[in-house]
């Protein structure tokens, strides 16, 4: 069986007025993700991931912010079209495991719905679905609240 792992990295800027989209949930925040889609750092850390291990180059390769199709978009839809691409070259998700770097707010409540949320985008098990969520200990852009990031690690198989 042919495996192969792909990790993944995205960060955006918080700020007033916009919306707080993480793992496909809208979050109750104060402030929300800027960015040209939904701003979601998971998901977007995710398809980086899953495309790094097809080997088929990167989210803004493929849903590139210079594009109105793209404008506003749902990252469940990018998700949905990644899995799609990775499909097409013959492969499927063995797991996912990430991480959700965010001072504000406390984010471990909502990690299940997270799961479950992407286990029915992706098609897949949420067992094969791990989000864990941590603080930056108020160091850096995410500890003084400036923006939220987020890793992942996949693995993927032939199919």
Request: charged share 25%.
């Amino acid at each position: 069986m042919k495996i192969r792992v792909g990790f993944g990295y995205d960060v955006h800027k918080l700020a007033k007025g916009e919306t707080l989209w993480l793992g496909g949930i809208l979050i109750p925040h104060t402030k929300g993700l800027v960015a040209h889609s939904d701003g979601d750092v998971l998901i977007h850390a995710i398809c980086d991931a899953l495309l790094g291990a097809a080997k088929m180059r990167d989210i803004g390769y493929h849903f590139p912010d210079t594009s109105n199709d793209f404008k506003g978009v749902d990252s469940k839809e990018l998700l949905a079209r990644t899995n799609e691409l990775i499909q097409s070259k013959g492969y499927q998700i063995g797991n996912i495991d990430s991480t959700i770097c965010a001072q504000q707010p406390k984010l471990k409540p909502h990690i299940p719905e997270m799961e479950k949320v992407l286990a029915e985008v992706l098609k897949i098990d949420e067992e094969d679905i791990s989000i864990k969520a941590t603080t930056t200990e108020k160091l850096g852009f995410v500890g003084t609240e400036q923006g939220i990031s987020s890793y992942a690690t996949v693995l993927i198989q032939k199919i």
